[in-house]
Structures are given as structure tokens and as C-alpha cells.
């Protein structure tokens, strides 16, 4: 194919030809505004010559990039792949429309784009070849890759796991993709310790350039998983406790709360810090601290007064979020004593669904005295529709199962102090129960 002339024109000096296997992409254009001068003739005339020459080395060896656009820099640029210095109109070079690789005259011949083969692969559903497979160490295009098939991950050297250039880009790009996150996190969790000692090394230098949120909160969930025991890591992460960003704080706490699981030389300076988020204004925050608390090395009584006030929380997420950590407090011996009665009562009748369901899920993990009593304060609640009507009755006389003394009168003791309709309802019930019962259990 021929080279086309360039035009004369007043505007910026853009200079493309087209040689993909696919469609063109964007000109670029230079830094510099022009007019065209006649003297640059013969540097035409050597651009068109190369453009011919790579247009047939493409054609014949399949090496060449896909949606190439040959362009001729007017301001310094660098190949992407050896570093050379592109600059002049002698200089010419080759960008990618995959992976936007700007290669040198060299590089464009003998290393070509291989983001469309590897996706393709990856669609597929099939393994790397093994040449696919060792270009997974060139950062430039394992991330075009990344954004539409996260898998590609597994393949990644593990020289580029420890590049810090890499894992900022890394992280930019995958900050806000729940998919991307979560297969970087899969793939460094299965990489041997020396291995990850030397990531989460790079994790923190790069972590200390900041960045945007996400990234940030990842590079935290990240170093929390892959560090054992590390003093550096968990002052970082306690740093991030105070940072301006919810996203990055919510983060924070939940890394720190691990990272001190794995160390009880550093256990005991924790608690302080994460109780204090409970207070955050943020809702991702509270929510975290309270997702971190049973772990807490702490006193049970301290645990539960310092949720005390989340149970009552404005936001239905981290109320719901309290009551389920109330759950497993109550799980691990902490007592949850009549001052709570009025508040699960409450819950379990609240407009939020998600509230309901967490404090009806508490029930069973309560006393048989303290269940009949929360459910007889239930009947009370004004305004009970009548699935809540209905799903309280049957909960109450679920309790009589297996049939014994001290069940009977914890539940006659709260049918006692019902509203009516729900002394009415049980009346019946245990004089039908009782009569089917064994005379043992009668007695």
C-alpha cells in the first residue's frame, strides 16, 4: 500500500497510517501546531517508506501490533518496550489501538501486541499456550486484558507481582471492579510467603504515593492478607484509621482487625483505635468496626457496651450490622441481660427489612427466658401487621419443643404478660398441647 502525502494545513501536524487487523484508531496528534513546510519532503518521503515496510513485515510474519497507527512524535516520547527515545520526524513509531503501546521501529517488528490472542483464549474459557503464557510478564499487556477478563491474573510472573509500577496500575484499575478485586486478591493469596513478603513490600511503597480511594482500600485489604507478622504493616494501616476518605477508613479497619489476629504481641494496642471508629460519621465505617468486633481482644462487658449505641443507630444497615454482632457476642458466653429486651422487641418490628431479619435471627441464640420474654414485649408494638402477628405466634409456641417443666413456665410466665390477642392465641394452644402431652410432661 502506498504512502499517503501529507496535506498542507494550518492546524496541528498529525501523521497515521493504518496497518491493523482491525478498525483505525484516533490520530494523534503532536504537541506542536505547524504549517507544513516543503523542506520536510525527503522526511516524508523515509516515513512512507517505513510505513511500506511494515505494513508487508506485518503481513507476512504476523508480528505486528494490532490497529496499528504508524505516528511521527514532534515532542519526546519513549518506546514502551525498550525505553528508546522517539523524537523527530525521522523517528517514527507505532501505536497500539489494544493496548496503546507506542513501540519503536525495532519493537514493532519483533514484539508484537498479544492482548486480542489472550483474550480470545480467555473467553474461551481455555489455557494459555505457553508463548501467551510468558507474556503475562509485560505489564503493558496484561492490564488491557485485566479489564474484561480478571482470569488473566493467573497467569501474571511473579516478577510483575512485585513491580511497583505495576500494582499502582493495578490498583487504579481494579479499585472500583468488584471481579478484578476480587481475582488480585485470589492470586496473591495463593503465592508462596517469600513471595508475598516481597509484595506487600511493594504494596507499601506504593501505598505511601497515594492514590485514589479505591486503590487505596485495596492495597489494604491486600496487605492484611498477605502480611503475617508485621509491625510496619500495621502502623500503616492504623495511620489509615484517620485518613479523609470513608472508603479508605472502612478499609483501615478491617485490615487492622485482621493484622492484629495474627499477632498477639500487637493485640492488646487495638482495641482503643477500632472501638473509636465506632463513633465514625460514616456508615461504611461503623459498620466495619462492628463487623471487627467479636474478634476484639477485649473484655465481653466492654465489647457490648461499646455497641450499645449502634443498636439504636439512624442508619438501617449498621443497626442490622450491630444486632448480628450481638448475635456471636452472645455466641461466645458475653451476656445479653434484660436491658436489651426493649431494643430486639423494637427490631423486630422495624421498618427496614434488613433490621427485622437480623434481630429475628437473633432468637434462637437467646435464653428461653429472656426468647418468651422479648416476644411477649412484641405483642405490645403498636401497629404489628399480620405476618409479624403470625410468625410471633409460631415462634413462641416453638419453644415448647422438646416439652419440659422449665419451658412451660418460662412461656406460661410470658403469655402472662402478653397483649391479649396473644394470650388468647397461646391459651388455646397449650390447653390442646397439654392434652396431647404425656402424662409425664402434664404433670
Known amino acids: 500500500m502506498g504512502a499517503a ?21 484516533e490520530p494523534v496528534e503532536t504537541s506542536r501546531n505547524l504549517e507544513f513546510d516543503e523542506k520536510l519532503l525527503p522526511f516524508s518521503r523515509c516515513f512512507a517508506e517505513f510505513s511500506d515496510e511494515l505494513a508487508a513485515s506485518a503481513a507476512t510474519r504476523g508480528l505486528g501490533m494490532h490497529d496499528d497507527t504508524v505516528v511521527t512524535p514532534l515532542s519526546p516520547v519513549w518506546c514502551d518496550v525498550c525505553g ?24 514493532a517488528f519483533s514484539r508484537s501486541c498479544a492482548v486480542k490472542e489472550i483474550g480470545q483464549y480467555l473467553a474461551a474459557g481455555a489455557p494459555l499456550p505457553i508463548d501467551l503464557q510468558s507474556r503475562c510478564g509485560e505489564a503493558v499487556l496484561v492490564l488491557p486484558v485485566a479489564k474484561h477478563h480478571p482470569s488473566v491474573l ?17 490498583l487504579d ?34 501505598l505511601q504515593q497515594g492514590f485514589q480511594s479505591s486503590g487505596a482500600a485495596l492495597a489494604l485489604e491486600i496487605l492484611a492478607q498477605v502480611t503475617e507478622k508485621s509491625p510496619a504493616v500495621l502502623a500503616a494501616a492504623k495511620e489509615r484509621l484517620n485518613d479523609a476518605d470513608a472508603v479508605v477508613r472502612a478499609a483501615a479497619v478491617s485490615a487492622v482487625s485482621s493484622l492484629a489476629r495474627k499477632d498477639d504481641r500487637v493485640c492488646k494496642s487495638v482495641p482503643r483505635d477500632l472501638l473509636r471508629c465506632l463513633e465514625d460519621e460514616s456508615q461504611a465505617v461503623r459498620s466495619a468496626a462492628i463487623d471487627a ?11 457490648l457496651a461499646a455497641l450499645t449505641p ?23 458466653q458475653v451476656k445479653v441481660d434484660s436491658r ?37 414485649d412484641l405483642s405490645w408494638v403498636q401497629g404489628l401487621d399480620a405476618a409479624t402477628r403470625s410468625r410471633l405466634v409460631k415462634s413462641l409456641r416453638s419453644l415448647l419443643e422438646p416439652i419440659g417443666a422449665d419451658r412451660l413456665t418460662a412461656i406460661t410466665a ?18 390442646s398441647y397439654l392434652e396431647a402431652a404425656s402424662p409425664q410432661a402434664r404433670g
Open 173 to 206: 484499575l481494579a479499585g472500583d471492579d468488584a471481579n478484578l478485586r476480587q481475582a488480585a486478591k485470589q492470586q496473591m493469596s495463593e503465592l508462596a510467603q517469600p513471595d508475598r513478603d516481597a509484595i506487600a513490600a511493594a504494596m507499601m511503597a506504593v
Open 340 to 376: 436489651y429486651r426493649k431494643t430486639i422487641s423494637k427490631a423486630l418490628a422495624d421498618t427496614h427489612p434488613d433490621v427485622r431479619e437480623a434481630a429475628w435471627s437473633l432468637i434462637p441464640h437467646l435464653d428461653m427466658g429472656a426468647c418468651a420474654t422479648v416476644l411477649a
Open 154 to 170: 493467573r497467569y501474571v510472573s511473579q516478577a510483575l507481582w512485585k513491580d511497583e509500577k505495576f500494582l499502582r496500575q493495578l
Open 84 to 107: 528508546r527515545l522517539l523524537f523527530g520526524m525521522v523517528q517514527d513509531a507505532v501505536q497500539c489501538g489494544a493496548c496503546s503501546r507506542l513501540a519503536c521501529k525495532t519493537c
Open 293 to 303: 468486633l467479636p474478634q476484639l481482644h477485649a473484655e465481653g462487658r466492654r465489647k
Open 414 to 431: 410470658a403469655v402472662g404478660i402478653s397483649n391479649w390477642w396473644l394470650r388468647l392465641a397461646m391459651t388455646e394452644f397449650l390447653h
Open 5 to 25: 502525502m501529507p496535506m498542507k494545513t494550518c492546524t496541528a501536524c498529525t501523521t497515521q497510517l493504518n496497518f491493523g487487523n482491525d478498525e483505525a484508531v
Open 310 to 332: 449502634r443498636l439504636q443507630d439512624t442508619d438501617p444497615a449498621v443497626k442490622a450490622a450491630a444486632l448480628r454482632c450481638l448475635q456471636k457476642l452472645q455466641a461466645t
